[in-house]
């Protein structure tokens, strides 16, 4: 191929061999990288952004605050198969979830005091096994 076709792109000066191609500030090579970067950046700020998803929650007994606390980036609600959580609960972590699960006579009772302390939440969990009595 004729040199002339490569001089003056993809960085390469006039009279520079084109086996050899000399990167010079400001071309678009060198504007990919940063091009790249930017794009990386820009994704990982709205994936932090965006925070936990809300589809994304944890079963577990006697969750401290601390714990709360540290399943906060990842997790947005929780719950103990109870309707009512068996432990403080810092505001600004995972939401409560309250469930309904078996058959003892003060289940009610308990999920009415419950929603009094933390009304309207995000939804109310009922077990669905169907060889269990509940």
């Given at each position: 191929?004729?040199?002339?076709l ?26 990919a990288p ?9 994704a ?39 309707p ?19 058959d ?31």
């Amino acid at each position: 191929m004729p040199r002339e076709l490569f001089e003056g792109i993809q960085g390469i000066p006039a009279g520079q061999s084109a086996s050899k191609p000399r990167l010079e500030s400001g071309t678009c090579m060198s504007a990919a990288p940063r091009w790249v970067a930017t794009l990386i950046l820009v994704a990982w700020a709205a994936g932090a952004m965006a925070g936990p998803s809300h589809k994304r929650g944890v079963c577990a007994n006697k969750l401290s605050p601390e714990d709360l606390k540290a399943l906060a980036p990842g997790v947005s609600w929780w719950y103990n198969w109870s309707p009512a959580p068996d432990t403080a609960v810092p505001t600004g972590g995972p939401e409560f979830v309250p469930m309904l699960w078996g058959d003892d006579p003060g289940l009610w009772a308990r999920l009415d005091a419950s929603l009094r302390d933390r009304p309207h939440p995000r939804a109310i969990l009922a077990l669905n096994e169907p060889n269990l009595k509940s």
